[in-house]
């Protein structure tokens, strides 16, 4: 299949990534602002302010990125380094058809993933986030959420 697209590049997912990672906690962070769920120190009396702040930052994911996700499988970050994610079909001459996978494996699955990036500051979970990305650096280019959600990024053209 000659018209497919081929694997993006291991850099192109990196800088996306970390564009993702810049621009949805911004986002969260103005949200608990705006919504003042930890505005005073008693707010962290209880420890229920980490259950709004996990809904925020879905709510942030989601603002950012659900439209671009359901429409062309792109994060704002993807969508700026030119890549995309689409169905694997577990296939081995590395090209892809350009079509996006189903929302629901992206949100479900794929982006269960996301908050794993951020918990590598925690001692006896830094090991998941770094498990996932080694996975890139495999033949086919894919992290361990891309096995999970049976989905490939791809460089567009």
Same mark, same amino acid.
């Given at each position: 299949?000659?018209? #497919?697209?081929? /694997?993006?590049?291991?850099?192109r997912? $990196?800088?996306?990534? +970390?564009?993702?990672?810049?621009? &949805? @906690?911004?986002l969260?962070?103005?949200?608990?602002?705006?919504?003042?769920?930890?505005?005073?120190a008693?707010?962290?009396t209880?420890?229920?302010?980490?259950?709004?702040?996990?809904?925020?930052?879905?709510?942030?994911?989601?603002?950012?990125? #659900?439209?671009? /996700?359901w429409q062309s499988?792109?994060? $704002?970050?993807?969508k +700026?380094m030119g890549?995309?994610? &689409? @169905?694997?079909?577990?296939?081995d001459?590395g090209?892809y058809a350009p079509n996006p996978?189903?929302?629901?494996?992206?949100i479900?699955l794929r982006?269960l993933?996301?908050?794993?990036?951020?918990?590598?500051?925690?001692?006896?979970?830094?090991?998941?986030p770094?498990?996932?990305?080694?996975?890139?650096?495999?033949?086919?280019r894919?992290?361990?959420?891309?096995? &999970?959600?049976g989905?490939?990024?791809?460089?567009l053209?």
């Amino acid at each position: 299949m000659s018209d #497919g697209l081929s /694997l993006a590049g291991r850099f192109r997912r $990196l800088v996306a990534t +970390l564009i993702d990672m810049i621009l &949805v @906690p911004s986002l969260t962070l103005v949200l608990v602002m705006i919504t003042g769920v930890v505005e005073d120190a008693e707010d962290y009396t209880d420890r229920w302010w980490m259950l709004w702040v996990f809904v925020l930052a879905v709510v942030s994911y989601l603002l950012l990125n #659900g439209y671009g /996700l359901w429409q062309s499988g792109q994060t $704002l970050g993807k969508k +700026l380094m030119g890549i995309a994610i &689409v @169905p694997a079909d577990a296939r081995d001459d590395g090209r892809y058809a350009p079509n996006p996978p189903p929302l629901w494996k992206l949100i479900c699955l794929r982006a269960l993933f996301f908050p794993l990036l951020f918990v590598v500051v925690i001692p006896s979970f830094a090991a998941l986030p770094i498990i996932d990305q080694l996975f890139i650096f495999g033949k086919r280019r894919r992290c361990l959420h891309d096995f &999970v959600s049976g989905t490939a990024v791809v460089r567009l053209k």
